[in-house]
């Protein structure tokens, strides 16, 4: 059974940084593209940023040079770290998985107040 959990959402005040984990159980891991998502009230699930099993990193623009994802292949983790947060940054983020198959995690809410 494919499990993806996702840690570290909060409420932050704009400008400050919180760190999402997201641990994967039940899949090859290593050879899986990692990434996340966000959605937030009344909008559609948008892309935020990609890292596939070379290491290689996408970012949405807004997020460049702020947002930077990682991965432990030991651990079966990948990370999010958020700096210079702003109220726009504010949704429910969400871990996916993919190789053939999609998989996404139940989501961790990031709150950032003005």
């Known amino acids: 059974q494919v499990q ?3 840690s570290g959402g909060g409420l932050v005040q704009a400008g400050g940084s919180l760190r999402l984990s997201c641990a994967a159980s039940g899949i ?3 050879i899986h ?3 996340w998502y966000r ?4 909008k559609q699930r948008e892309f935020v940023a990609s890292i596939d099993n070379g290491g290689n990193t996408n970012y949405k623009d807004s997020v460049k040079g ?11 983790a990948v990370y999010l770290q958020m700096n210079s947060l702003k109220p726009e940054d504010t949704a429910v ?4 998985a993919w190789y053939v198959s999609n998989y996404w995690g139940q989501g961790t809410q990031v709150t950032v107040s003005s």
């Open 66 to 76: 702020r947002f930077t994802i990682s991965r432990d292949n030991a651990k079966n």
């Open 28 to 30: 090859t891991f290593n």
């Open 33 to 35: 593209s990692m990434g």
């Open 93 to 96: 983020y969400y871990c996916k």
């Open 39 to 42: 959605q937030a009230p009344g």
């Open 4 to 6: 993806l959990v996702e």
